[in-house]
DNA sequence: GACCGAAACCTAGAGCCCCTAGGATTCTGG
DNA sequence: CCAGAATCCTAGGGGCTCTAGGTTTCGGTC
């Protein structure tokens, strides 16, 4: 009998094209098999598991985001990188929202230094993305968490069908970007103490 | 043999428990049946299935948190009626992630005109909320998705372990309240025109 | 108080999923 | 060419959803 040739990384890259037509949560080690012409249980000498499976799926799509906004920022600073990277972060949560919710799981914090440097570049270039605007620790911290929040928030949203209104989408984000690059321009200093 | 007097309400009740419990994805009618003591298949007869039990869920947890939200803001304007949203909002998120989760499920729009209160409040107070920025349509729309999008990514990543640094959560959420407010008072007008 | 219809709950069973254990086949390197 | 390792298989346990159809219990009515 013919083998089907399966590798974890193919496993992966298959997986991956399922996600991004069935969803993330439907991707199940049965459909991966059906579609390689073989038995659910041969999927387990590649992979340890479902968790396995999702978690090199995450490890795989957090890489191609991080690359794409990499290329998207390279040579931009301000403003300019701002609204490179999150347009590239939202262009590839619409284009493969399977690998994208796939980067969102939870993961293991001792298998993440396994594989690193996606992580790494990740911080690096969002860091940097910020150099313009001068803010210093824990105001950088702050401005980081404010933006992956609210990106992730609009994506998110936006692939769920939260946006109703009949306004268009992509307009609503660009004043989005604006309004969080004027917010980024005019951090918020410590002397201003609201909040109980 | 004695009854359960199980209710789709008792039901629907005893799931937000057990998703706040053990994750909203992890509530299944079988742990639920084991929960009331009886077969799981009884439950069908309550309940149109697992996703009408979900669907029910969101709207339970939908109008329990705008019901706290819309304490928190009533009498407060601006600034202090932002601030009281923002923070209902987190709160009852980490108080009840598993109900938090069930609100973010695509709803059929059919089924949620037929339990549209809760809805209809919710646009309503978080309209009012931003009335005193001054902004008209289409801005109030960019406006609402932005403040809809900052919340919820920032409750999503917080509650699936995504902020590592070693800086306060709360202490960067507030900074975050800060910024909005800054955006939303220095809105961008339609002049600027970036972003290709 | 007995009855009757409507609930509430049951058993049985199909279908899908994940995973383990151990057997058979095919590749591959010495 | 021939081990040994890798690949794929069958067998089977356990969990989940859901349908179909049978019993039992409850509440109201005569």
């Not at 991707?27 to 387990?44: E, I, N, P, Q, Y």
């Not at 347009?87 to 980067?103: K, N, W």
């Not at 230094?113 to 993305?129: K, W």
Request: charged share 25%; net charge negative.
């Amino acid at each position: 009998m013919a083998r089907a040739g399966i590798t974890a990384d193919r496993l992966v890259a298959a997986a991956a094209e399922l996600a991004d037509e069935v969803g993330f949560e439907q991707v199940s080690l049965s459909a991966l098999a059906r579609r390689f012409g073989v038995k659910d249980a041969s999927l387990h000498s590649h992979v340890r598991g479902l968790w396995d499976l999702r978690h090199r799926l995450a490890l795989l799509a957090g890489g191609e985001m991080i690359d794409r906004i990499g290329v998207a920022v390279a040579g931009r600073s301000g403003r300019d990188a701002l609204a490179a990277y999150a347009d590239a972060y939202r262009a590839y949560a619409l284009a493969h929202p399977g690998r994208y919710a796939a980067t969102q799981i939870r993961v293991d914090p001792a298998l993440v230094d396994a594989d690193a440097p996606a992580m790494r570049r990740t911080v690096e270039i969002t860091y940097g993305m910020l150099r313009g605007y001068g803010l210093a620790e824990p105001d950088l911290t702050d401005a980081v968490r404010l933006l992956r929040a609210t990106f992730h928030g609009y994506c998110a949203l936006e692939a769920s069908g939260g946006f109703n209104a009949p306004r268009d989408v992509r307009a609503s984000w660009d004043r989005a970007i604006d309004a969080l690059h004027i917010a980024l321009e005019n951090w918020p200093r410590e002397e201003t103490d609201h909040h109980v």
